[in-house]
């Protein structure tokens, strides 16, 4: 198979934003679900270009959070401000469009489909060609799919799963479909990556393969990320900033060093300081 | 134009409450029938997530069986008891044969394997008591026969058929006793935890092939039953199967894992397309029976896509 | 080893993407086209009438099943009567416009039905599963009602049934009506099949085809991806009702030649979803495979029985077949639950090990 | 060398209840021509039974199949098929024999040469009907403001005598209620017969079929409706039919145009050499029944065109273009009748290349609660109403199918 | 074979002993390529192994869920306390006391936290008192789950579904437990806890453990003996403290090299080969 693809290219942002400039801010965000709130008067944000961590023990409000965030749950009260603008009932799809992707803590992939066209499915917004052109497969939507799955080879040969091009996904092992899940996300070429957990079920290994990956997305596309992980060791190493929630509330926000030091934050997740 | 369709309906059925009342009291009749039916394909579904395609067929078949078994010289009671035998071998062959072989596959795939058992029993059945449709031995069982009429107002009647209350009675017994059992047992607990993942189930220790047969001779019983009642109203033939689609919307009215929701369905079902076929069925032409139940059951969804006491469609990453 | 992928590089992504991109595939197709011409010449009008022209229609009403349920995960029991409005819509459009070739209008007439898709369809996007196989229930039975009772839709024939008028086109040959010579149909009936499986095979592997999917697969996922699931779920009733529509105009005009409603019931919309099922959910060539099966089938046993046993009873070779069918059925399914396709590329699979039992 | 008789027949589906009984029939008289005569003229038939279940679409299947191996005629007992099987046979040049069922128009012989609907068409029925009600109430002009309700099966077969039905109403003043019972419904019918109870109806008439007819009998019961105000065409004449009902149905009553009973030599000599040799199917108790018979009388019409077919083509090999001829020029006299024992089983009766049903004679049975018994005399259908309007349908059915062939065949019997 | 050769010479009891699996998935695809294993009673043994090595396919193997995925074990044996058990049902092994938990929490949707867990409890006949007890012994172990007792386990987190599914199986009061990713998606307190609960249900109550895990680090700890899977082959084996001390261990599953713990900040960015395979 092909080799042409040697570099990566670096996406280029044109949101107006500096690195380090607030991207996506959340001010007192609560929701409940009838009588189980999972989210309660949280407020944070994210930063261009950082790699953000939240941690917490489980049924803290994590997943909720990533769900608020890209419009899949609708917070009860709270506003949502992404790039300087004020969200109101944002559909999932509206997200996806404005630029947010993100991986799932049970893997969502598309059971159906080959490894190659769930990352190639990431790349549904970016494509355009009619329905006509479609039917005929010449000209523009041939040119169109094949420009598109030279991107999406790119991003196979980043996460060295060349192998598994054509394999359907619901055969592959819980590790590789994470990985998959993260290139297909990649594919969406999103300005805030969200990934819930990518780390679950691996080992060692594997781990500092996926911590390569996530870096090298944050840095050299520019990629930020907001990530879920249990593992403290990679939390702590590989994030810029970390924000702790415990019963739907946020009780710290900080540095790794500060966060690992912070009493609530040991008490209530890390049992002992790391 | 609108006075058709809002007004007069009500000035008729205001005009003769007799009628009214008879019309009510046959679709009251009708939804039992189908919740009956129904009854038979949320046992499978609750117990395994298979829509049961060949419910209706088994109506037929068990029907044929006990029919046909009393042609052949049998006393009616011993038919009975042999019907309910055969029906119990047809559960255990049908857990065997299609579902044991066919464990976690998608719903879809066990679907299609009920429609493989639904050509079988019919090519089956026919072979063995031919085409013919044939009188159910009401008598012969027992159940009552004729009818009583009542006067209302003056002039006005209400005529009951016994068949039909024994109907009612009887089924209004099966619900709650189904019911019972599934909700209140270790076994229903099991069978819902079989509807939802096969694999989990078996992992835990459920025995699918145990549960299945019990289930499947349940919905063979109800299916004898249905039979029966049926079979008094016209006759125990394989036009009958077709009938067994009117139990779609009164499931999806019901919810597919709700057994008082089957009967609830039937009911809204039965009575609603008995109004709207008599008082509004003339506005177009009459015959929209044939559709009402599905258009009443479409409404009811677009406002809970689950049916009235289905289980929530869970939605979450 | 009979069968292999290995030594056929694929230089570009063109090659890559080719719908069969192995060479033995190639061969094996171009076998199937080169038969499927000759057919005629060799075949009986009873088979090409009779198997070959509806196994071919049926094929193509299966595909359209196939997009909407087994690539867009929206099951339908309404097939038949979507057919039924195509083959409505061709029967006023050849009434209406009785010069056109007959050919176009059967191909204009799939646009009703897809119409009447979209609007049936509407419900799925919060109906779902099992539930939305009543609205397209309802979809089924009161389009049956109304091919009863609209009178002006079979011109106010007092038999209710609809006749098909003669046509020519091409010249001067007959294509529909009952003086069409069985070879004309089937070749008429063939081009028109393939040349939409073509074109469903080139929307399927593309972009709307892969939307679909997602939808089928994960719908939530899907939507956070950028899938509307508006245009997703209702393009993919539009095309699928469309397929069928077209199905069910070339049902009548090229295979029954007259119907009544009864033509449409529910009992044609199981047929194709057996098919579709049987013959494998999202896969093309499966949904030939089905039809070839769940059609060719009964045929061949209702013709094949008595052969081997000599005086048996008309009705008992129905029966024994109708078991067979059925006992096949879930004996395919035990086999492969993905279908035939899937079982035909489990085959080929085997042939690539071959001499070896797996690899 | 033999001679194909395919007998499209359904024992299956929903049908079945009508269908079995018929199929018994037909293929009984066939086969005890084969045995007790060894065929007709010497050549043996060969009697193929293809199984349509009712369908249509199977019906369709069975044609291309039969039409391949050289059929005589087609036999499609259903009027779907046969409205499907017209233009097709047309064409191919095999003859329909639609006994008093199909299309009515087909009556008209120089538009549809190759199609047969003896010895009545649906029409004719509805006439009957009318006039035996209008008999009881002692003239037409007192069916002014009677209500008349019509039960029919919702497809081509009911919808059949609509137009007839709709033109008498009009021209003799009473009101006509319909009642369509669809297919898939039959079963089902408490709804038409609710309604029923709410118009009551002077009369009924049912044109039902298959499991609409002991239904529709029961129902009937139910809401106490007058029986011997219930009619039925031909085909809801089944014995099964009406002893859905039992004691309650008695009253209730059809057309028929063929004896009741097994007191004729035909029968009889079907008992000894087909029922008694076990080469029926027939079960024993229902041999002989009205349908049953219906199936004898239908078989004795191919029969007996073969036999004119082979006077007229000087050869006992005959092929379905003879067989036309045979059946255009049907003529069988008392003599006749009495000569294949069906004396008293039915009335002389004769096509002509005009006419190819005949609007012969018919008369009503009654149901006594246990059988079917004979009740008044065999009457004619009011052929004066029916003949120009059948002529009117043809062109309307050749309007609307042009190009429709022109009849090219010779007419002999001229 | 080095597997089954160790493990012969140990005078102890074997409670589950797998000879020599050959396993093959829709009959082409194969995938264990002959592993052979064994668990002593009362012991707590650790398969570990990169992903797709076949962890999960062995544990499926042994609890008879494979033929539901239309896999099959071709070749070779499978005992659980000296029986044959390839040709049992699942459920007839749970009776017998060996239970699954099964890779990704599989837990029932629709059915409350509780109800779950009492499905566990489904092959019991211990009385109503008993399932009672051993229901509050799981809360106890998991306090969140008490919590959410009563929502319906679809809509719970990922965590509180694999203390679910945890507890789930606790509740059949097994005499062994086949444990595929027991921390998965867990917090790290709770891991640890986990492995306690284990350790204590070893020594008290005297159950045996597979487990298949990723954290070999904690695995390690509390295992007694260890297996390391790579392509469907056993590469290794050996007590738990051996293979810590393993030098290609201790860099590939336990992240310290020669200097000490590495910073997933600083991974390398090649490829690199395992010293086994060479
Ligand atoms: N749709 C919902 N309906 C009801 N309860 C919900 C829903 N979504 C989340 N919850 C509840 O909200 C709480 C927070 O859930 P969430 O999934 O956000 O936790 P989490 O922090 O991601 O935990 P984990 O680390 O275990 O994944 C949990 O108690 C969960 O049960
Ligand atoms: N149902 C299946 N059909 C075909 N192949 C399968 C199936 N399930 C698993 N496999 C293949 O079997 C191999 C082993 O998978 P398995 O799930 O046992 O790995 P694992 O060691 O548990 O990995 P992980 O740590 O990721 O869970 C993988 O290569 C996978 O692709
Ligand atoms: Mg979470
Ligand atoms: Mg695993």
């Known amino acids: 198979m092909s080799n042409r693809i040697k570099h990566v290219e670096l996406h280029v942002d044109d949101d107006g934003l500096a690195p380090g400039d607030v991207m996506l801010k959340l001010d007192n965000v609560s929701l409940a679900f009838g009588g189980v709130k999972a989210i309660t008067d949280i407020s944070f944000d994210i930063r261009k270009g950082e790699i953000r961590a939240i941690i917490g023990p489980n049924g803290a409000g994590k997943t909720s959070m990533l769900n608020v965030i890209n419009g899949f749950y609708h917070p009860q009260k709270g506003v949502i401000t992404f790039r300087g603008q004020a969200r109101s009932r944002m559909q999932p799809y509206e997200a996806a469009a404005s630029g947010i992707a993100r991986t799932f803590q049970n893997v969502?992939?598309?059971?159906?489909?080959?490894?190659?066209?769930?990352?190639?499915?990431?790349?549904?917004?970016?494509?355009?060609?009619?329905?006509?052109?479609?039917?005929?497969h010449v000209g523009p939507a041939r040119n169109e799919e094949i420009e598109h799955r030279l991107k999406v080879e790119e991003i196979i040969d980043f996460l060295e799963i060349q192998h598994i091009r054509k394999t359907p996904v619901g055969k592959l092992p819980y590790g590789l479909q994470k990985r998959v899940e993260l290139g297909r996300a990649l594919a969406m070429e999103p300005d805030l990556l969200l990934l819930d957990e990518p780390m679950a079920g691996m080992n060692l290994e594997e781990k500092e393969d996926m911590s390569r990956f996530i870096l090298d997305v944050n840095s050299q596309m520019g990629t930020t990320i907001a990530l879920i992980e249990h593992d403290m060791g990679v939390v702590m190493d590989i994030s810029d900033r970390v924000v702790v929630l415990d019963y739907g509330r946020k009780i710290g926000d900080g540095t790794p060093d500060e966060v690992k030091t912070n009493q609530d934050v040991i008490d209530a997740y890390l049992g002992v300081s790391h | 134009m609108l006075y058709s369709v809002f007004i007069d309906p009500f000035v008729q059925m205001a005009e003769m409450p007799d009628f009214l009342l008879q019309v009510l009291w046959e679709g009251f009749v009708a939804g039992v029938l189908y919740a009956l039916i129904a009854l038979g394909f949320v046992l499978i579904y609750k117990a395994s997530g298979v829509f049961n395609f060949a419910q209706g067929i088994m109506v037929v078949f068990a029907g044929l069986t006990l029919v046909g078994l009393h042609e052949k010289g049998v006393p009616a009671y011993l038919a009975l008891v042999l019907t309910i035998g055969v029906m119990g071998l047809l559960a255990l062959a049908v857990e065997r044969f299609v579902m044991r072989p066919l464990v976690n596959q998608p719903d879809i795939i066990l679907l299609m394997s009920t429609i493989g058992l639904t050509y079988f029993l019919v090519g089956f059945g026919e072979f063995v008591f031919g085409g013919e449709p044939k009188q159910m031995i009401t008598q012969e069982l027992g159940l009552p026969t004729g009818s009583s009429a009542f006067e209302i107002g003056d002039g006005g009647l209400l005529i009951l058929q016994h068949i039909d209350i024994a109907a009612a009675v009887i089924a209004l017994i099966m619900v709650g006793v189904l019911a019972v059992f599934f909700n209140k047992t270790r076994i229903g607990r099991a069978l819902r935890a079989v509807a939802d993942d096969h694999q989990a189930a078996l992992s835990v220790g459920i025995s699918l092939n145990q549960i299945w047969a019990i289930v499947w001779f349940a919905a063979g019983i109800v299916a004898l039953t249905t039979g029966i009642m049926w079979g008094a109203r016209s006759d125990v033939s394989f036009a009958l199967e077709i009938i067994a689609f009117k139990a779609l919307p009164v499931l999806i009215l019901g919810g597919f894992t709700s057994i008082p929701g089957a009967i609830v369905g039937g009911l809204i079902i039965g009575v609603g397309e008995k109004l709207g076929e008599i008082y509004w069925g003339p506005l177009v032409g009459g015959g929209i029976e044939s559709w009402l139940a599905y258009m009443i059951a479409l409404i009811f969804l677009l406002f809970r896509p689950q049916g009235l006491f289905g289980e929530r469609i869970i939605e979450r990453v | 080893m009979l069968y292999r992928e290995s030594g056929q590089y694929k230089t570009s992504y063109i090659a890559d993407q080719a719908i069969f991109p192995i060479r033995e595939d190639r061969i094996g197709m171009g076998l199937i086209g080169l038969a499927a011409v000759c057919i005629p010449f060799f075949a009986s009008d009873f088979f090409l009438n009779a198997i070959m022209t509806p196994f071919l229609i049926l094929a193509l009403a299966a595909i359209g099943l196939n997009i909407l349920t087994g690539y867009a995960g929206q099951l339908s029991l309404g097939t038949g009567a979507f057919m039924g409005v195509g083959a409505y819509s061709c029967y006023k459009l050849t009434s209406i416009f009785p010069d056109v070739n007959i050919i176009v209008l059967v191909l204009a007439s799939g646009l009703f039905s897809a119409a009447i898709g979209v609007v049936f369809g509407l419900p799925s996007l919060r109906i779902k599963g099992l539930y939305l196989a009543v609205t397209t229930l309802a979809a089924q039975f009161f389009l049956e009602w109304c091919f009863i009772r609209i009178p002006w839709l079979y011109n106010y024939n007092s038999s209710g049934a609809i006749e098909v008028p003669e046509r020519r086109g091409f010249g001067d040959v007959i294509l529909t009506g009952p003086s069409a010579s069985a070879m004309t149909q089937y070749f008429v009936v063939l081009g028109i099949v393939v040349a939409i499986t073509l074109?469903?095979?080139?929307?399927?592997?593309?972009?709307?085809?892969?939307?679909?999917?997602?939808?089928?697969?994960?719908?939530?996922?899907?939507?956070?991806?950028?899938?509307?699931?508006?245009?997703?779920?209702?393009?993919?009733?539009?095309?699928?009702s469309y397929l069928c529509g077209v199905a069910g105009a070339m049902f009548i005009f090229f295979y029954l030649g007259a119907a009544e409603p009864s033509a449409f019931s529910i009992t044609l919309s199981f047929q194709v979803l057996f098919m579709v099922i049987l013959g494998g959910l999202g896969s093309l060539v499966g949904s030939f495979f089905g039809a070839a099966f769940i059609w060719g089938l009964p045929i061949v046993l209702r013709a094949g029985l008595p052969a081997l046993g000599i005086g048996i009873a008309a009705e008992t070779v129905f029966h024994i077949a109708t078991m067979i069918v059925g006992a096949l059925i879930i004996f395919f399914l035990i086999v492969e639950p993905h279908g035939l396709a899937r079982l035909w590329s489990l085959g080929k699979e085997k042939l690539r090990v071959w001499p070896f039992p797996y690899g | 060398d033999e001679l194909f008789v395919p007998l499209f027949s359904y024992r299956t589906g929903p049908y079945a209840g009508s269908g079995i009984p018929i199929a018994n029939g037909m293929h009984d008289y066939l086969t005890m021509l084969n045995e007790r005569d060894g065929g007709i003229n010497g050549v043996k038939l060969r009697i193929e039974e293809c199984e349509t279940g009712y369908d249509t679409q199977k019906g369709v299947e069975c044609y291309e199949q039969v039409k391949g191996a050289g059929a005589l005629l087609i036999n499609p007992y259903s009027t779907g098929i046969t409205l499907q099987v017209i233009p097709k046979a047309s064409v191919d040049k095999i003859p329909v024999l639609s006994m008093a069922y199909g299309l009515s128009a087909a009556a008209i012989g120089n538009t549809f040469p190759w199609v047969f609907n003896p010895p009545d068409t649906y029409w004719d029925g509805a006439s009957a009907i009318i006039t035996d009600i209008a008999r009881r109430e002692g003239g037409a002009e007192n069916l002014k403001g009677k209500k008349i309700g019509y039960i029919f099966l919702d497809a081509g077969y009911g919808r059949e005598a609509i137009p007839l039905l709709e033109q008498l109403s009009e021209?003799?003043?009473?009101?006509?209620?319909?009642?369509?019972?669809?297919?898939?419904?039959?079963?089902?019918?408490?709804?038409?017969?609710?309604?029923?109870?709410?118009?009551?109806?002077?009369?009924?008439?049912?044109?039902?079929?298959?499991?609409?007819?002991?239904?529709?009998?029961?129902?009937?019961?139910?809401?106490?409706?007058?029986?011997?105000?219930?009619?039925?065409?031909?085909w809801s004449g089944g014995n099964d039919d009406a002893a859905a009902g039992g004691e309650d149905a008695k009253g209730f009553r059809t057309l028929n145009f063929h004896g009741v009973g097994s007191d004729y030599p035909v029968i009889a000599d079907i008992k000894k050499y087909v029922v008694d040799a076990g080469k029926s199917q027939v079960d024993p108790a229902k041999f002989a029944d009205n349908l049953y018979n219906r199936g004898v009388y239908n078989s004795m019409l191919i029969a007996e065109g073969i036999r004119k077919a082979q006077e007229i083509a000087g050869k006992p090999m005959i092929t379905a273009s003879d067989m036309r001829n045979g059946l255009e020029n049907l003529d069988v006299s008392e003599a006749r009748l009495k000569e294949i024992g069906m004396e008293g089983f039915a009335l002389p009766m004769k096509l002509t290349c005009e006419d190819h049903s005949g609007h012969h004679k018919v008369y009503i049975v009654e149901w006594d609660g246990k059988d079917w018994q004979k009740s008044g005399d065999w009457f004619s259908p009011d052929v004066g109403t029916v003949k120009p309007l059948l002529q009117k349908a043809a062109e309307d059915y050749v309007a609307s199918n042009s190009p429709w062939p022109e009849r090219t065949e010779p007419c002999l019997n001229k | 074979m080095t597997a089954s050769a160790s493990t012969e010479a140990s005078p102890q009891r074997n409670i589950l002993a797998v000879n020599n699996i050959e396993v093959i998935y829709d009959h082409v695809i194969l995938v264990l390529k002959g592993v052979?294993?064994?668990?002593?009673?009362?012991?707590?043994?650790?398969?570990?192994?990169?992903?797709?090595?076949?962890?999960?396919?062995?544990?499926?193997?042994?609890?008879?869920?494979?033929?539901?995925?239309?896999?099959?074990?071709?070749?070779?044996?499978?005992?659980?306390?000296?029986?044959?058990?390839?040709?049992?049902?699942?459920?007839?092994?749970?009776?017998?006391?060996?239970?699954?938990?099964?890779?990704?929490?599989?837990?029932?949707?629709?059915?409350?936290?509780?109800?779950?867990l009492l499905t566990g409890a489904f092959t019991r006949r211990d009385g109503h008192a008993a399932i009672k007890h051993d229901m509050e012994m799981v809360y106890d172990y998991f306090p969140r789950l008490r919590e959410r007792r009563s929502s319906q386990a679809g809509y719970t987190s990922g965590g509180e579904q694999q203390m679910t599914a945890i507890g789930r199986a606790l509740m059949s009061r097994p005499k062994m437990i086949l444990l595929d990713e027991p921390s998965m998606g867990l917090a790290p307190q709770l891991q640890e806890e986990i492995f306690e609960i284990v350790k204590k249900l070893n020594r008290q109550e005297g159950v045996s453990f597979l487990l298949a895990e990723q954290n070999t680090n904690i695995a390690l700890r509390y295992a007694t003996y260890g297996y390391i899977l790579e392509s469907g082959r056993i590469v290794m084996d050996g007590v738990a403290k051996d293979l810590r001390e393993n030098e290609d261990v201790k860099e590939f599953y336990l992240g310290v090299g020669g200097e000490g713990r590495r910073s997933f900040k600083n991974v390398k960015h090649y490829k690199r080969r395992k010293r086994w395979l060479a």
């Not at chain 3, 997602?214 to 393009?235: F, N, Q, W, Y």
């Not at chain 4, 609409?212 to 106490?224: C, D, F, G, Q, S």
Request: with cysteine; proline share 3%.
């Open chain 1, 108 to 136: 969502a992939l598309f059971k159906g489909m080959s490894t190659l066209d769930n990352i190639m499915s990431g790349r549904t917004l970016k494509m355009h060609r009619n329905f006509f052109w479609q039917v005929l």
């Open chain 4, 171 to 234: 021209t003799m003043g009473f009101e006509l209620l319909q009642y369509p019972v669809p297919g898939k419904e039959m079963q089902n019918q408490s709804s038409q017969w609710l309604n029923i109870r709410r118009d009551r109806p002077d009369y009924m008439v049912m044109w039902g079929w298959g499991a609409m007819n002991p239904t529709a009998v029961k129902e009937a019961t139910k809401i106490r409706y007058p029986m011997d105000k219930f009619y039925g065409v031909w």
């Open chain 3, 199 to 240: 074109a469903v095979k080139n929307i399927v592997r593309g972009r709307i085809g892969r939307q679909w999917m997602m939808i089928r697969d994960m719908d939530i996922a899907a939507e956070l991806m950028g899938v509307r699931p508006l245009t997703a779920k209702l393009s993919a009733f539009a095309v699928s």
């Open chain 5, 36 to 116: 052979s294993l064994t668990v002593p009673e009362g012991g707590i043994v650790a398969l570990l192994g990169a992903n797709g090595a076949g962890k999960t396919t062995t544990l499926k193997a042994i609890s008879n869920l494979l033929r539901s995925e239309r896999g099959e074990v071709t070749k070779g044996s499978i005992e659980f306390e000296g029986a044959r058990i390839e040709a049992q049902t699942a459920n007839e092994l749970v009776r017998r006391g060996c239970i699954q938990v099964m890779e990704g929490r599989h837990c029932f949707g629709h059915l409350t936290i509780e109800e779950n």
